[in-house]
């Protein structure tokens, strides 16, 4: 949702004459009828207009880790919502609703959507009103009272049908515990009970494993570049790194934090979105860049500083890239890992460019004074 989010914060730059783009710090509060599609961005967005196209929000506050959304206008296209803390949406929607929310994620009994409906929380979902397609909920716990003329999808450990809830469509259930169906609701189509511990469909694993082959592929070719036109500085950075670990991960660190939070605050106005856009994409590169740079520390370690031929320095550099990607993949500590390991490599490129800066020498050539003829006489 939220890389969805930055391509419309790109593609909203180029705003036509009957798009809206609003941002503040604090709060939006919007009531007016827009005509073509509208963007807010943040911390608590309080939308009751009457919106004739998309409609975007994202509300998020990286300081107090709040953020949240309430809509009760309409939409005659797709709205999609993303927030740290809550979603609260009672309205009339012609297209899709699409709302992640990280606490709770509501949804009024008035509402209506037209096209297909994705809720995803992080703690807890409460559905009610109606709905012309497929609905999808995830949550950990969920509570649904609507009208449902397509599918029901629900994946939770705590599922609740409240007496009152008509499913056109198949409901399937995807829970640790099996769900009974209630007195009450009314189901058309097929109870499909899902088991929590399904396997993951095979087109699924196919896409993941190749996007990750890609990757590791593409990181691999980037080192043996490095280590083939640029070894000077690879060189340079692995040496730093090892020789000052705690100012390289500190200053890769004030680095993340200062690009990341001059980045966000440059896209919440209009005039600095696209260098906001550039300072996260150059801190993606310098981020990224700190792994392979660890992985040349790593593989200086396999080779106990012997001087290798190049075919077993892009070997050592492989088994080097494989290990750090494995050890990334570990629950729990691998994302904190990874968070360190790319802070340190990134400090410790940065210091060697620093270094690698010469100072620029000018030679003044001496001047003498202007000569200025004399004044003519009375």
């Known amino acids: 949702m939220l890389f969805r989010f930055l391509i419309a914060l790109v593609l909203g730059s180029l705003l036509q004459a009957q798009d809206v783009w609003l941002a503040n710090p604090s709060q939006v509060t919007h ?36 953020g949240s959304i309430r809509f009760t206008g309409t939409a005659g296209d797709d709205v999609r919502f993303s927030a740290l803390e809550s979603v609260n949406v009672t309205a009339s929607i012609q297209g899709k609703l699409q709302a992640y ?20 929380s992080g703690s807890q979902i409460t559905l009610r009103g109606s709905y012309g397609d497929q609905v999808e909920l995830m949550a950990p716990e969920i509570r649904v009272e609507a009208n449902i003329e397509g599918d029901l999808i629900l994946r939770g450990n705590e599922i609740t049908l409240l007496p009152g809830t008509v499913i056109q469509g198949d409901l399937q259930v995807q829970s ?110 310098f981020f990224s860049g700190g792994k392979l740079v660890m992985c040349f520390v790593l593989a200086s370690k396999l080779a106990r500083g012997k001087a290798l031929p190049f075919w077993r320095w ?29 802070c340190w490599g990134m400090g410790a490129s940065l210091i060697a460019i620093r270094l690698s800066q010469q100072p620029l020498k000018l030679s003044i050539p001496d001047t003498q004074p202007l000569k200025t003829p004399p004044l003519p006489k009375d």
Request: net charge negative.
């Open 101 to 120: 929310a990280i606490v709770n994620a509501a949804v009024g009994p008035e509402t209506r959507v037209e096209g297909r409906t994705h809720v995803v």
């Open 176 to 285: 640790p515990q099996p769900l009974p169906l209630p007195e009450g609701v009314e189901l058309k189509g097929e109870l499909i009970q899902l088991k929590a511990t399904q396997n993951v469909p095979e087109w699924v694993a196919v896409i993941t494993l190749t996007a990750a082959g890609m990757m590791l592929l593409t990181e691999y070719c980037v080192l043996l570049f490095l280590l083939r036109f640029l070894p000077r500085f690879v060189q340079q950075s692995s040496g730093i790194a090892v020789q000052h670990r705690s100012r390289c991960f500190f200053v890769g660190l004030l680095c993340t934090i200062g690009l990341f939070g001059l980045g966000l605050v440059l896209i919440q106005s209009k005039v600095g979105l696209f260098l906001g856009l550039l300072l996260w994409i150059l801190h993606w590169l």
């Open 31 to 66: 009531q007016e009828t827009v005509s073509g599609d509208a963007f807010f961005v943040s911390k608590e967005i309080e939308l009751s207009g009457n919106y004739e196209e998309d409609v975007w929000a994202l509300a998020m506050d990286l300081i107090s880790m709040k």
């Open 314 to 342: 892009s070997l050592y550099l492989f088994l080097s890239l494989f290990m750090l990607s494995v050890l990334f993949l570990l629950p729990t500590i691998g994302t904190g890992l990874y968070f360190f390991t790319c």
